[in-house]
């Protein structure tokens, strides 16, 4: 399902470029002002380039937004890793000892812990 929308999508988008480049060849002189050359350009060169440009900064302003959210999750996945070593080493050290030794685990009565009715 997810190839077919992608194809959906693509081949219609593609075809609009393509008759939008075919359609817009005629040159438009770029002169970039500080320097002192002009340079003739394809019109639908101009207009991807500047598209080009937008999406690049776009995708910089998205990547730099996201920078807190990637710091925090590294952080909390530092002190997950730092909890879960401290849990292993509690469970080591939890292990109940053999019957056989000298330090038995004591069984209580489970009823013990309960407040006698009145």
């Keep these: 399902m997810r190839h077919l929308l992608f194809w959906i999508i693509t081949v ?8 939008f480049s075919v359609m817009n060849t005629q040159d438009i002189a770029l002169n970039l002002w500080p320097l002192p050359w002009e340079t ?4 639908y060169a ?3 380039g500047a598209g080009l440009i937008g999406f690049l900064g776009g995708v910089f302003v998205m990547w ?11 952080e909390l996945n530092r ?21 056989g030794s000298s330090r038995a685990m004591v069984k209580t009565d489970p009823n013990a812990l309960v407040p006698p009715a009145i």
């Design 64 to 74: 730099r937004h996201g920078s807190t959210g990637r710091r925090r999750h590294r």
């Design 40 to 43: 003739p350009v394809p019109a």
């Design 12 to 19: 219609p988008l593609v075809v609009v470029l393509v008759d």
């Design 46 to 48: 101009l207009i991807f």
């Design 79 to 99: 002190q997950l890793n730092v909890q879960a070593g401290e849990l292993e080493s509690l469970r080591r050290q939890a292990q109940p000892t053999p019957v």
